[in-house]
């Protein structure tokens, strides 16, 4: 069978495609995962941002799938929709696929009949989709594959749910790098590619997806399997690598064996970025961050989430983020923070703000964290993702003012608060990690002088989008920047000139048996 599979090209506002181009590691998996007589081509859409409609028209001459596999995230459903009615076009007998967050936690958006699904995969995709395909190989039926939803007729069907798979009985198999058909994967100019060492989280913080998604659990990969995915990620010409697991310092003790375990196989050449919880890293800090440093970690996503305890406790984030002394609980952001940059490690600090109880001073002192802290700025607002408990209690309180699920990308402000109005909260948020962007140029200066003297000014067009002569002088107000700023992000989730198949007003509805 010849298969197709498509990430999306939307990107974050803190990961701008000029800085970083990530692969989608779940492709890489679900390609390794088929059985090895298929033709799998992976494409990410991301890397063709300004060509989109051109490249999966391209794609879909070149390689004539039979199948395609879309994965999708919340905020990328309306792009989704779009590149499957383009698909649909180009061949109508094409059968359409869809998985990853959005279509495992908020199926019902995805079965109207005028999208043209046919299946659904929900959960962990390696495994269902290796038996979806067989299955559709081979004539058989769909509804003894557990976590699917599928078109049988007029209706979906829902078959049983797939528990997560347990990494370390090899049930999961390498991921299949060779099936990509597009390049240009870089962090700063430099080739980069994901790989997994565990999954899952056990934490149930309320603006979470993980636990929805799979289940309170964790289980690991052996470090054997991830020091040969490393080497296979080197050896195709990556020189930076991003570990994604949802939790790796879940298990300190086995993340600082993989440490070890990258430097005796002479893997620490490479950078590494991890995201991590600052309290494990704060206990540990002291002999960890210099091991991290010398197995070759320069970046460290740290999921702070809020400098405030009345914000973790609504986040649910207080037992990650902090821990137990003679004085209390005590918040273990700032330790962690000072303990990498101590050893030379740069900070992308995760905060949240906007909660209901937010006030300006609340919303301030996280700011004035990050400036003062953090390396780079990756603050968001509340975004009631489908399934999450967060999202529960936003409807239930009547909180969410957009409905407009292509804005659901983090930095858009789409729940209001009890004290400050949401695009409030949005605009002190953007006025001041703009300036916390440009500080950070002189860590990459030094790092990627070549990156930074080709792109520095299409680095400053970005970050002060909106910005004109007018507002340099002090002609217009912030506030008129911020209105045009938001006006070109709008402009920018436009990625394909096709219509949208689903008119948005209306509601679809889900029909199982």
Not at 103 to 117: E, I, K, M, R, T
Not at 217 to 236: K, M, S, T, W, Y
Not at 279 to 307: D, S
Request: charged share 25%; aromatic share 8%; net charge positive.
């Amino acid at each position: 069978m010849r298969i197709l599979l498509l990430s999306m090209p939307d990107s974050f506002e803190h990961t701008p495609t000029i800085a970083i181009r990530m692969p989608n590691g779940a492709l890489a998996s679900l390609a390794g995962n088929l059985d090895p007589h298929h033709d799998v081509a992976i494409a990410d859409l991301v890397l063709v941002q300004g060509s989109v409609r051109q490249t999966v028209e391209d794609l879909m001459v070149r390689h004539r799938p039979d199948l395609v596999g879309l994965s999708v995230m919340t905020f990328q459903r309306a792009t989704a929709r779009r590149v499957i009615a383009l698909i649909r076009s180009l061949n109508p007998a094409v059968r359409i696929v869809v998985g990853g967050y959005d279509p495992s936690l908020a199926p019902d958006v995805w079965v109207h009949p005028d999208l043209g699904v046919d299946a659904i995969v929900r959960g962990e995709g390696d495994v269902t989709f290796r038996e979806l395909v067989r299955a559709w190989e081979n004539g058989r039926p769909l509804c003894d594959i557990p976590g699917l939803m599928f078109r049988d007729g007029g209706e979906f069907k829902a078959t049983p749910h797939r528990e997560a798979a347990r990494l370390d009985r090899g049930d999961i198999r390498p991921p299949n790098r060779a099936a990509r058909v597009l390049s240009g994967y870089t962090l700063m100019g430099r080739r980069i590619d994901v790989v997994e060492t565990s999954r899952g989280c056990t934490y149930d913080c309320s603006f979470c997806s993980i636990i929805e998604m799979r289940g309170r659990n964790f289980f690991r990969f052996p470090l054997e399997r991830v020091i040969g995915d490393i080497r296979d990620a080197q050896a195709r010409g990556a020189r930076a690598i991003f570990l994604v697991d949802d939790n790796i310092t879940l298990d300190i003790e086995r993340f600082e064996s993989l440490c070890h375990a990258i430097i005796d196989a002479g893997l620490n050449r490479l950078d590494y970025l991890v995201q991590g919880m600052t309290a494990p890293i704060a206990a540990r800090g002291a002999t960890l961050a210099p091991l991290m440093r010398r197995a070759g970690f320069r970046y460290v996503f740290l999921g702070i989430e809020n400098v405030l305890d009345d914000d973790l406790v609504f986040l649910k984030a207080r037992a990650k983020n902090s821990r137990v002394s003679a004085a209390g609980r005590n918040n273990t952001s700032l330790e962690a923070v000072t303990v990498l940059r101590r050893h030379g490690l740069l900070v992308v600090g995760g905060l949240i703000v906007g909660s209901p109880n937010d006030r300006r001073e609340s919303v301030a002192a996280n700011l004035e964290f990050a400036r003062r802290h953090v390396d780079w700025p990756y603050i968001q607002h509340p975004t009631p993702y489908p399934g999450t408990p967060m999202t529960r209690d936003f409807e239930r309180r009547g909180l969410v003012v957009n409905s407009q699920p292509d804005e659901y990308d983090g930095t858009t402000a789409v729940t209001r608060g009890e004290h400050l109005d949401p695009e409030e909260v949005e605009f002190m948020r953007w006025k001041a990690e703009r300036w916390m962007k440009v500080r950070h140029i002189p860590a990459v200066f030094r790092h990627d002088p070549g990156f930074v003297l080709r792109n520095w000014s299409r680095m400053l067009a970005h970050t002060f989008r909106g910005t004109t002569w007018r507002s340099v002088v002090g002609l217009e107000k912030d506030r008129d920047v911020f209105q045009r700023y938001r006006a070109i992000r709008r402009r920018e989730r436009q990625y394909l000139d096709w219509p949208d198949p689903l008119d948005m007003s209306a509601v679809p509805q889900r029909r199982t048996a």
